[in-house]
């Protein structure tokens, strides 16, 4: 029907990819759209590939209409998007298998197509029956080991952490059965994996009573096989992983350099990973940034999905200490609150701490938790990490200085000392935080560079040449480092 259809497929996903460009950010489209690949036009049907089911599942939930829109643009009212699943699994056959997915705004429900395919443990109809378990003997009741007190109820979802709460809830519901087989969860020290990866687990547990979850931390396993080694029942340790369905180890990392451990590991989790089990694994750096670990191993911590958890924005620091507060019945006023999020800004274990020591001073001296409390304890916590000064939390002190808004200061407003407290928020951002005028200009009331360096520069005229701006610049100075 239209004369598009003869042009070439490359060409009209590079039309498509540049609308989508300009509608998300820019870590979206690098994340979710270069690795797609287009793969062929049939009629008005353009055939996309890409490199998981998540993938796919992804695009579906997040995309969708910004996908259909473009596709129609570009296909006319009638044009339609079509999916190609890569699975590179080995263990399954060599050859790389691709499954057509037709786009659809209904769910897999009312298409077959798109859940039935991507069941690799259908399809690995080889499958070895362990010779250790009896069938229809009870499995054997094994202690999972899992913190209760780690649930998704009580993990709160951010920007940080979105991809990996939702692969993990996926993986919670359906262990072993989809794509994120392992799922690798990576992040510096104290951002919720151990959190993340125990309320995977129970979440198991409680939709699978019959199912066999394991928590363990390397550290653990480690011991476990050494002390397995010694008592000469190392087959004993083997089996007793390869019965369990649904296996989670905490901090690989310190299998590094470890050969013998890292062997016996690579064979559970063959074992298991071709059964159909589900393996949750945890760690301080991603896949390729591994060192001391063996390649065939790391190979494997790729089959599935490796997703790091990112250090949450101010929000949802707040939501954070918010939902650790009320979980354990505590108020507390909302600027000690806020004042926490404010100065701890990497660590979410550090921020609890500090929250916990704030509250442990208050009651034992039987203080009132106040905000001057808060500052001299966090002082204390956070000295010696340096703290980092962040945009928002100059923006803060700035607006209580001048006693102005937050959102006046960021506003488009022209008045005179609204715009001097906006260049000052520039200018302090600029020497504080490693933030580029780019970024400074958008968290500033959306303006560009230029703005941003002509801000700095009046207030630095200002402060030589006008003696009371210059006191104020002195004192925000003393404010915005503590
Ligand atoms: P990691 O294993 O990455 O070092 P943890 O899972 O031990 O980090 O998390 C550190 C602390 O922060 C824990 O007390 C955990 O409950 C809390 N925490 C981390 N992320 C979240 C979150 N998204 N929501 C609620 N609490 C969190
Ligand atoms: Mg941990």
């Known amino acids: 029907m239209n004369t598009k259809e003869k042009t070439d497929y490359k060409q009209i996903w590079s039309n498509c990819l540049r609308v989508i460009r300009d509608n998300i950010n820019y870590q979206s489209f690098k994340t979710w759209f270069d690795p797609i690949k287009p793969l062929r036009l049939e009629g008005n049907v353009l055939t996309i590939q890409v490199p998981s089911q998540f993938f796919y599942e992804w695009l579906e939930e997040h995309y969708i209409n910004l996908l259909k829109k473009t596709i129609r643009q570009e296909l006319g009212p009638s044009g339609r998007l079509e999916y190609s699943i890569i699975m590179d699994n080995s263990l399954v056959n060599n050859a790389r298998c691709t499954v057509n997915m037709p786009t659809s705004n209904k769910k897999a429900t009312q298409n077959p197509a798109v859940a039935m395919p991507l069941d690799l443990n259908n399809s690995n109809s080889k499958e070895i029956p362990n010779p250790f378990i009896i069938p229809g003997i009870k499995k054997i009741r094994v202690n999972s080991q899992l913190n209760e007190n780690y649930s998704f109820d009580n993990f709160v979802e951010g920007d ?10 996926a993986v919670g519901q359906n262990p072993g059965k989809t794509a994120f087989n392992p799922l690798f969860l990576y992040s510096k020290v104290g951002l919720g994996k151990t959190h993340l ?27 476990q096989f050494i002390e397995s080694v010694r008592n000469n029942n190392q087959n004993d340790f083997v089996h007793f992983y390869q019965m369990i369905d649904t296996l989670i180890i905490d901090d690989i990392q310190f299998l590094s350099g470890k050969e013998k451990t890292q062997d016996v590991f690579f064979h559970i989790f063959n074992h298991l ?9 945890t760690s301080d750096k991603a896949p390729v940034e591994m060192q001391g670990v063996k390649p065939r191993l790391l190979s494997r911590f790729k089959w599935g999905l490796a997703a790091d958890l990112q250090v949450p924005d101010l929000e949802t620091r707040m939501a954070i200490l918010a939902q650790k507060l009320y979980g354990d019945g505590v108020e507390m006023p909302a600027e000690v609150v806020e004042y926490l999020a404010y100065s701890i800004t990497t660590n979410i274990r550090e921020m609890e701490g500090a929250l916990i020591s704030i509250l442990a001073q208050a009651s034992l001296n039987k203080k009132d938790i106040t905000l001057e409390l808060a500052k001299q304890m966090i002082d204390k916590y956070v000295k010696n990490t340096a703290r980092e000064i962040s945009i928002d939390y100059i923006q803060k002190v700035i607006s209580e200085y001048f006693n102005i808004p937050i959102e006046l200061i960021i506003s488009k407003t022209r008045k005179r000392e609204i715009v001097q407290a906006r260049q000052l928020t520039m200018y302090f951002s600029k020497k504080y935080t490693k933030s580029s005028l780019a970024t400074i200009g958008l968290h500033c009331g959306n303006k560009d560079h230029a703005t941003v360096l002509h801000a700095c520069k009046t207030v630095s005229n200002l402060t030589e040449t006008d003696k009371k701006f210059s006191i104020f610049v002195n004192e925000l100075d003393k404010k915005i480092q503590g």
């Open 160 to 169: 940080c952490n979105r991809l990996a709460r939702s692969a993990g809830f």
């Open 197 to 223: 990866a125990n309320a995977i687990g129970i979440q198991v547990k409680n939709g699978f009573p019959d199912k066999t979850v394991l928590y363990v931390s390397a550290e653990q396993f480690v011991n």
């Open 273 to 281: 990973h071709q059964k159909g089990k589900q393996l949750i694994i």
